[in-house]
């Protein structure tokens, strides 16, 4: 099935159902574990979408995670808005560098590269968990190395997006030097900028799927507002390391169909 006809036809009862409880699950995976489009992305392939359009719809939903985390979080980022204003300059711009860089290339272009960018962001996020960062140490937000990083890592979050909230962890800790959770609340208020920024480009001129997106984000506002309360009570290493295994097969999977 082409993308204009996939684009165009009805979703069913069950599939609003089934796009509801995913998103729930992704937005309470994404601000646990940062790994949203591994749980999310792949339903949507299998609802029959192209890798494209799936893409794309799943970073204009992704953006009412971000709203439904900044609700859940306002303990944690207490006296932190205005750093939040001046990193989320940089994730702005870098998402929307990411999602230029989609629009501009050939779809298959990105389905060769999403295998790679997933099992790159699982190895990531088994390394994360191996070691728990540390916090306690000097804030360094004028170092100009980590703030390219995390201006590179913006452009991920636009052009695809899978675990790219373990790359912000992994930046933001050396910068902020903070607790767990309080890194975990800027990270998820920055991914949703970078998120949205990309959403404005592809609503205009990419090839949304509007009738998942309304119940997928309904579940991303909901899961994304669970989760900030779980963080605050769970140790996530063992729940993100099997998420990273499951993005390592997801990832196996979408490159014996891309590379075949």
Known sequence: MGPSLCLGREVTV???????GVGVLAGTVSTVASLASVVSYPALLLLGLPPLSANVTNTVSLLFTGVGATAGSRP?????????????????????????LLLATPARTFEDVAPVLIGGASLVLILQSLREPRPGSASREDSKLLLAALFCVAIYVG?????????LLAVLTPILSQSMA???????????LANGVAAVGFALFGPVHWAFVAPLAAGFLMGGWIGPFLVRRLPGRALRIFIACCGIALAVKLALTAYR
């Open 14 to 20: 069950a599939e609003v159902f089934a796009l509801i």
């Open 182 to 192: 309080k890194t975990n609340a800027v990270k998820n208020v920055l991914s949703g």
């Open 76 to 100: 944690e980022l207490a006296g932190q808005w205005g750093r939040v204003g001046r990193l989320g300059l940089i994730t702005a711009l870098g998402g929307a560098t990411g999602a230029a």
């Open 159 to 167: 052009y695809f997006g899978a675990a790219a909230g373990i790359m």
